[in-house]
DNA sequence: CCCTTGGTTCGATAACTGTCTATGTTGACG
DNA sequence: CGTCAACATAGACAGTTATCGAACCAAGGG
């Protein structure tokens, strides 16, 4: 009943061979976190207290604040944060349904 | 006693901020899976019978064979495959520590 | 109102990347 | 040797991306 981008996605990366259409998708979370300074965002995000940090909280990554604003929102379009303006602040929290599916593409086989 | 890249690398991701240096080195390894073909092959050789496979078991992913060699590079780059040539072929199969150490990245924290 | 502060959007640019064709290299087999 | 098959490397090119400064938008105070 939410948005179909909810499914599952995609099985265990060691289960067996992807689909072009099943690489197409697990392969845009890997590239948005594939970059350095989105990672620090990411963490800096994912780790704040309360799940959420607004942008001047974790702004300090070494880049301009356009360029964090660039890297924001291309996390946001892969679909690993969301954004609400709060007053005069953004706060971005991490996707729940994010690490629930990265930990099952990551999920080990059988350990023998 | 192996190689000194065998350390654990990175806490998880939602533990707190990565460092510049973390975050590097983490992207390395998101970045050679955030490209679809990639991805593909990757998936390939880790579903493989035996843990391995030889090229021409995982070519048909719709690119000529100079640029599923070339992703494989990147692969073996990013630490993520080993190669090694059997008489006429080549295997690649997935190096075991990766697995471990993506599986860290994206344990999830406390469940509440 | 105007100004300040927090963020986003725009436009430009340099660097990187994925893809191809063409060419090498390596090993097996007559 | 010569040839063939399996992969790798080299070089070229188009498309993407990370970055910046400048301009813009939104919300609160004076």
Redesign the interface.
């Known amino acids: 009943m939410r948005e179909p981008d909810a499914e599952p996605c995609c099985p265990p990366?060691?289960?067996?061979?992807?689909t072009?259409e099943e690489?197409?998708r697990?392969?845009?979370m890997?590239?948005?976190?594939?970059?350095?300074?989105?990672?620090?965002l990411?963490?800096?995000v994912?780790?704040h207290e309360g799940g959420e940090a607004c942008v001047c909280d974790?702004s300090d990554?070494?880049v301009s604040q356009p360029t964090v604003s660039h890297h924001l929102k291309k996390l946001r379009e892969a679909g690993l944060l969301t954004s609400e303006r709060r007053g005069t602040w953004v706060f971005y929290r991490?996707e729940p349904s994010v690490?629930?599916a990265?930990?099952r593409l990551?999920?080990?086989p059988a350990p023998a």
């Open positions: 990366l060691t289960e067996r061979p992807f072009a690489a197409e697990s392969a845009r890997f590239k948005a976190l594939g970059d350095p300074v989105r990672l620090r990411f963490t800096a994912a780790s974790i990554v070494g991490v690490l629930a990265m930990g990551l999920r080990a």
